[in-house]
T-cell receptor, first 114, second 116 residues
């Protein structure tokens, strides 16, 4: 049973560039959430996708956008990168109909903005 | 102030010792999740608590939920070097009076070091 996978593992970009991160959910899951984890902090919720639509969103600017595909995989896009966007980006999947909504996390993508 | 406070921020113990990590919410809890993280890696799900008074155990790790105090504790018995890592509590703090369906708010984490 494949768990949550993310790509790429690491990424280095410069200020002002755009980046796309990818996530495949755990088999059987239909919901994908994205989190940003700065060094020494707990993860912060960015947004959640269900049925190819953004279902809820945290306090992140519009530079952060996403997409969910019919196979439930998801992308996170960040435009006009800032130094402060450097962080570990975590994807989590769950089954919305499951009731308890336990989030299973992927290994993360480490983004460094220079 | 943080919506979810973890204590202590770091903990250093000798192998074989017991330890407790606490997580306190300033808002009503609709679910409380415990995760473990190795530095720079993803979060590994440990346990989920939902009902007041609920207690769950997995190997030498026990988690309890005190709904009235809006507080959870994670207890490790006879710690081992393999227990070392960052422990994070994540809470479903609800949305419009009900569950937020997976939007978790996290504490800052507790860094656990276990000396052999």
């Amino acid at each position: 049973d494949a768990g949550v996978t993310q790509s790429p593992t690491h990424l280095i970009k410069t200020r002002g560039q755009q980046v796309t991160l990818r996530c495949s959910p755990k088999s059987g899951h239909d919901t994908v959430s994205w989190y940003q984890q700065a060094l020494g902090q707990g993860p912060q919720f960015i947004f959640q996708y269900y049925e190819e639509e953004e279902r809820q969103r945290g306090n992140f600017p519009d530079r952060f956008s996403g997409h969910q595909f019919p196979n439930y995989s998801s992308e996170l896009n960040v435009n006009a990168l800032l130094l402060g966007d450097s962080a570990l980006y975590l994807c989590a999947s769950s089954l919305l109909a499951g009731g308890r909504n336990t989030q299973y996390f992927g290994p993360g993508t480490r983004l460094t903005v220079l | 102030s943080q919506e979810l406070e973890q204590s202590p921020q770091s903990l250093i113990v000798q192998e074989g010792k017991n330890l407790t990590i606490n997580c306190t919410s300033s808002k009503t809890l609709y679910g409380l999740y415990w995760y473990k993280q190795k530095y720079g890696e993803g979060l590994i799900f440990l346990m989920m608590l939902q009902k007041g008074g609920e207690e769950k155990s997995h190997e030498k790790i026990t988690a309890k939920l005190d709904e009235k105090k809006q507080q959870s504790s994670l207890h490790i018995t006879a710690s081992q070097p393999s227990h070392a890592g960052i422990y994070l509590c994540g809470a479903d703090l609800g949305n419009a009076g009900g569950t937020s369906y997976g939007k978790l708010t996290f504490g800052q984490g507790t860094i656990l070091t276990v000396h052999p």
